[in-house]
RNA sequence: GGGCGGUUAGCUCAGCGGUUAGAGCACUGCGUUGACAUCGCAGGGGUCACAGGUUCAAUUCCUGUACCGCCCACCA
């Protein structure tokens, strides 16, 4: 470590992330930044953040959301919009009561011991620990979120949405309480949704079972893959059309063991060819039984309890596992003669979401939401273009999903949720529904009146998010203000259980769609592109990945590359290059205070003469900026991000600064100006997306900054927009010179191996570029280590026996003597190889250009444009063929 | 059973109806006293899965095939 050089700014040689970030976040906090002024006369821009589950910390899946909705969100508030970007948490029902319930089990109690009050503060304490812990990673994560409407979803005024919301759909006959078949968790003893079923592909078989015939000899043989339901059999049915069976139908079976008899019946429903063509009906245990039961009017047997142990309709099997009562039934049959065969299937099977446990199909009493009356107008919404989703083809996914879309059973056999708001009258058995909590029934007036005991399903209240956090159903200032919302930005996985409900809850309740663009993002994966998992052990710690590389090299790396709806492959190295960004953009910055310091005056001087390459870096940044601001309209944040960095890394840092350094060395201090203002736009640019570092310098910047309307913090500074007056052809076309000229010098000391501190001489010969070629001559002496250079026209170049080194380049020759280095056999391979290549692209431009078809029907600017590079190619290959014969 | 996505450099992925298809990482060679070795300079590496079609022009659009992945679905 040397010591400190007097005058020299003290700043470490690399980003130190953890010194700043905290610092910064806490400021633009303090500020107020991330909360709203209400400005009726503009239009706001409003994300309301998808809540994780308080079911512990976050995962890169929540880190990518924010990352994501962080950039819109500043670089909406940085364009000047009152932005509102609004946080919470779910309180996520059966997800943490399956935690809280492990957690219990570890100390060998179980809800139902230590009852429904005791266990609900159990959550509360693991929730608020969980809600801390949550925002505490918002917060490292940079979000700009509005801590001040933070919600969470059983808050009074989020519970008060709920029970509006049911009450309404309940007077509105789109709320109803059945006994129907539903899917049944018997882990977690309740009801879930169709959603909440995952199927999976299991490897089971089909059992060929008899039934004897009840009113003469033989039998029928039904085929199942679940021979234990035989038990709730009401009656077996055949195809009316199927031959095998016509004289059967209005007979009667006798079931095995239990002697229960049942008709055989017939439904246009079987299908002839499955199985015998005989299927045993098992209302209260299948899906499809229970639709046939429906209008065969045929008696429902249940035999199970809630756990799926078989209940005393099982008769001699009673109180048995459904697996046990498998096997069983199967022995006995099979002594019985009654067992045809058995064959392999492989067929799907139902698990629960949350605890994998098969699912069983249960009749049972229940809360439904009659989705199609709700569906139609979701489908509206989207086919209209009100609601925009990104990328498109999920369109044609929720549509598909809306337009088959099946009745919502909303209610939930948990302590841990939105109590059902409805009363029973214990006199009566009058229901009161009602968002107040009554003291008496409706009906009779008797006090004596109980709640439901079940919650609601979580996504109930996840569906109101968007108008509940903002206050309804009050008519409140921000609901009229950032209601509907701009976008809501989520992983495509929730398509359904969430993006689908919200509109439909959203436009039911407020009449407006709850927001205008849908932005879904991809899953994170490994590197491998699997899943990551705690069980797979392949999961990259976020906070640990921030404290390692910064957060803005962890934003980054999640957010670059990729595409809207699009999986992300992540990996530490991803993520390192992220940092190695951050690291540049902060070694830049030095640089460049340190010039100031060196020369505090220079930044001063805004009127004078500019040179080509400070034209060309504003014309490049000022195309940049363009580009960026157009990507960002799109939603296309990867590919902003990208033009971002090559810009700052392969342009500024690569050639403008290194031009300045040398004009700095050489006691020009006036690249200082543009120095500076270069870099604080490029950091505002970036900002949105790497907000900690770009306040780090943009700070440190600031007192060099022109002062008139200077903002305190990068957060609310103006995004760039391009200036069309500041693209400059002739700078690009002239710095593309200097650059390719110093380029091609350095790609011959590579290739013939000059050491590095070795100057070499060469000669360059333009015509269009001699003049900005020799004024530019000392810059390319010191970037390519060349000395002397000489610069004159094409036609001065003498004709000399010297072997020596060309490189034809676009507009100019290099010429090297390589003083007898000269490799002839190489030189000659190389250029023999380029004059092939020049060949064949000046033979597929002329068959082209033959080609009348296209002369005539491509536009003329192509045509152009083709003309125009047949005739550099031919330059080129002259050239190139002249400097072969010259080689001898 | 229906639908969707992917197939581009060694790896992870961008991109695109019109120059010689890009990036990061990895690789090879050279390089460390002044922004940065978390770096610089130079380089190698691609039949854009395959087969048809549309078009003046296809890696890009369409159709089909193969493989991989995902979603939805009541063949017991």
């Not at 309940?170 to 079923?197: F, H, M, Q």
């Not at 249940?302 to 756990?307: A, K, L, S």
Request: aromatic fraction near 10%; charge should be neutral.
């Amino acid at each position: 470590m040397s010591a400190k050089e007097p005058g020299q700014t003290e700043t470490p040689k690399a980003y130190e992330p953890a010194r700043v970030e905290g610092k910064w976040y806490r400021f633009w906090v303090e500020r107020g930044y991330f909360t709203p002024k209400i400005e009726p006369g503009k239009s706001p821009f409003v994300i309301i953040m998808p809540p994780p589950n308080v079911t512990g910390e976050l995962h890169l899946g929540h880190f990518l959301t924010i990352a994501l909705e962080d950039a819109m969100t500043r670089w909406h508030r940085m364009k000047g919009e009152p932005t509102l970007w609004l946080p919470g948490t779910d309180h996520a029902g059966i997800a943490t009561q399956v935690i809280v319930e492990q957690q219990l089990a570890k100390k060998g109690l179980d809800r139902k011991h230590i009852g429904r009050e005791k266990f609900e503060e159990q959550v509360w304490a693991w929730v608020r620990q969980c809600r801390q812990t949550i925002n505490l990673q918002h917060q490292r994560f940079g979000a700009s979120c509005d801590w001040t409407r933070e919600r969470f979803t059983l808050d009074d005024g989020p519970a008060r949405a709920v029970r509006s919301a049911f009450v309404r759909l309940y007077n509105k006959g789109l709320i109803y309480r059945g006994e129907r078949l539903i899917n049944w968790c018997p882990r977690c003893l309740t009801a879930i949704s169709d959603l909440e079923v995952q199927h999976q592909e299991l490897k089971g078989h089909l059992y060929y079972m008899r039934y004897p015939l009840a009113e003469s000899d033989g039998f029928v043989t039904v085929a199942t893959t679940r021979p234990e339901t035989y038990l709730g059999d009401t009656a077996v049915a055949v195809n009316p059309a199927d031959q095998r069976y016509v004289g059967l139908i209005g007979k009667k079976v006798v079931l095995p063991v239990i002697n229960r008899v049942i008709p055989i019946i017939a439904d246009s429903a079987v299908d002839s060819s499955f199985g015998t063509g005989a299927v045993k009906i098992t209302p209260a245990h299948d899906p499809v039984d229970f639709e046939m039961a429906g209008r065969q009017h045929l008696p429902l047997v249940n035999i199970m309890n809630p756990d799926a142990t078989l209940n005393e309709n099982a008769g001699p099997y009673a109180s048995m596992g459904r697996e046990a009562a498998r096997k069983k039934i199967l022995e006995d049959f099979e002594k019985a003669g009654l067992l045809e065969k058995i064959t392999d299937h492989v067929h799907m099977v139902g698990h629960c979401d949350r605890c994998r446990t098969v699912v069983e199909p249960r009749v049972s009493k229940q809360w439904f939401v009659n989705t199609p009356p709700l569906a139609a107008r979701a489908i509206e919404a989207v086919t209209s273009g009100r609601i925009i989703i990104i990328p498109e083809r999920f369109t044609r996914v929720y549509l598909n999903w809306m337009e088959n879309i099946r009745d919502w059973c909303i209610s939930r056999q948990l302590w841990w949720g939105h109590r059902i708001p409805v009363w029973y009258c214990s006199k009566c058995s009058v229901m009161t529904v009602s968002v107040e909590t009554p003291d008496k029934c409706s009906k009779c007036g008797s006090p004596d009146i109980f709640q439901d005991p079940d919650v609601l399903d979580t996504w109930f209240s996840s569906g109101l998010w968007p108008h509940s956090t903002l206050g309804w159903p009050d008519d409140t200032e921000d609901l009229r203000y950032f209601y509907p919302t701009s976008v809501m930005e989520t992983g495509y996985d929730i398509l359904f259980f969430w993006v689908a409900r919200m509109i439909m809850m959203g436009l039911e309740d407020t009449g407006d769609i709850p927001f205008r663009t849908v932005y879904l993002h991809g899953l994170v994966r490994d590197e491998k592109g699997d899943k990551m998992s705690k069980m797979r052990g392949n999961v990259l710690n976020p906070l640990e990945m921030t404290r390692k590389y910064g957060t803005d090299a962890l934003r980054f790396a999640l957010t670059t590359g990729t595409s809207p709806g699009n999986d992300i492959s992540l990996s530490q190295q991803r993520i390192e290059s992220g940092r190695n960004f951050a690291n540049k953009i902060w070694n830049a910055s030095r640089f460049i205070l340190r010039a100031i310091e060196a020369n505090p005056e220079a930044v001063k001087t805004p009127d004078r003469e500019f040179t080509w390459e400070d034209r060309w870096i504003v014309s490049r940044l000022n195309r940049v900026i363009g580009g960026v601001n157009r990507l960002l309209e799109e939603y296309q944040f990867g590919e902003a991000e990208r033009q971002i960095h090559d810009f700052f890394w392969g342009e500024f840092c690569d050639w403008y600064l290194e031009i300045a350094k040398l004009r700095l060395r050489q006691g020009q201090a006036s690249c200082l100006p543009v120095l500076v203002s270069v870099m604080e736009i490029a950091l505002r640019l970036l900002h949105p997306f790497m907000p900690f570092v770009t306040e780090e310098i943009w700070q440190s910047l600031k007192p060099y900054l022109p002062p008139d309307k200077l903002p305190d913090s990068i957060v609310i500074a103006s995004y760039p927009t391009a200036r069309p007056e500041a693209i400059d052809p002739a700078a690009e076309d002239n710095l593309e010179a200097v650059i390719q000229v110093t380029r091609s010098i350095r790609n011959a000391r590579a290739q013939y191996r000059v050491p590095s501190g070795k100057a070499i001489a060469a000669q360059v010969y333009s015509d269009s570029f001699a003049g900005v070629l020799s004024e530019y001559s000392g810059i390319i002496e010191s970037l390519a280590v060349v000395r002397p250079l000489t610069v004159a026209p094409r036609n001065q170049r003498p004709q000399t026996a010297e072997k020596v080194i060309v490189d034809i380049l676009k507009d100019a020759e290099v010429v090297i003597p390589m003083a007898g280095m000269v490799d002839i056999a190489a030189e000659r391979q190389r250029l023999e190889k380029e004059i092939q290549s020049a060949g064949e692209a000046i033979a597929r431009l002329e068959a082209r250009l033959k080609d009348p078809a296209f002369i005539s029907q491509a536009p003329a600017a192509i045509v152009e444009k083709e003309k125009a590079r047949l005739s550099e190619y031919a330059d080129r290959l002259a050239r190139l063929k002249q400097e072969l014969s010259q080689l001898g």
